[in-house]
């Protein structure tokens, strides 16, 4: 992998969880959201450490399977945008509905969506003239 590509893949990781962040901070702190989720019997709070750490592994997890992708197959962009999509739609029917009320519901979607659209979107940049596969 070129430095090129990593650096402007890890731009893209970064930014993902940049946006993350800002989003929950105007949503949570400014527009005074209380962003919960219920599980089982309890109720937990999100913190800004938990969107932090969900989007960095959101963004990890499809690096990862990106690269590994772009070593077997001559179709990597359309295999990964393929379970990438999947898998963002599968993140919105499990993570929003969960959220404790219809702010936390609304605020969940949106960081669910940003995320995975900016990774969708920004990952999978064409490969340098050249490369194999």
Same mark, same amino acid.
């Given at each position: 992998?070129?430095?090129?590509?990593?650096?402007?893949?890890? @731009? *893209?990781?970064?930014? /993902?969880? #940049?946006? &993350?962040?800002?989003?929950? =901070? !105007? $949503?949570?702190?400014?527009?005074?959201?209380?962003?919960?989720?219920?599980?089982?019997?309890?109720?937990?709070?999100?913190?800004?450490? @938990? *969107?932090?750490?969900? /989007?960095? #592994?959101? &963004?990890?997890?499809?690096? =990862? !399977? $990106?690269?590994?992708?772009?070593?077997?197959?001559?179709?990597s962009r359309v295999w990964w945008t393929s379970i990438a999509g999947?898998?963002?739609?599968?993140?919105?029917?499990?993570?929003?509905?969960?959220?404790?009320?219809?702010?936390?519901?609304?605020?969940?979607?949106?960081?669910?969506?940003?995320?995975?659209?900016?990774?969708?979107?920004?990952?999978?940049?064409?490969?340098?003239?050249?490369?194999?596969?």
């Open positions: 992998m070129t430095n090129n590509l990593l650096l402007g893949r890890a @731009a *893209v990781a970064a930014g /993902a969880i #940049v946006v &993350a962040v800002v989003e929950f =901070a !105007l $949503l949570h702190s400014a527009a005074g959201v209380d962003l919960a989720v219920r599980s089982a019997n309890s109720t937990r709070q999100i913190t800004v450490t @938990a *969107v932090i750490v969900a /989007a960095a #592994v959101a &963004a990890l997890a499809g690096w =990862a !399977l $990106l690269a590994v992708l772009e070593r077997r197959t001559n179709r999947a898998v963002l739609l599968l993140s919105l029917v499990v993570g929003p509905p969960s959220g404790v009320g219809g702010g936390a519901k609304a605020t969940l979607a949106l960081l669910h969506l940003s995320v995975g659209v900016i990774l969708i979107l920004g990952l999978p940049r064409p490969r340098p003239e050249g490369a194999n596969r």
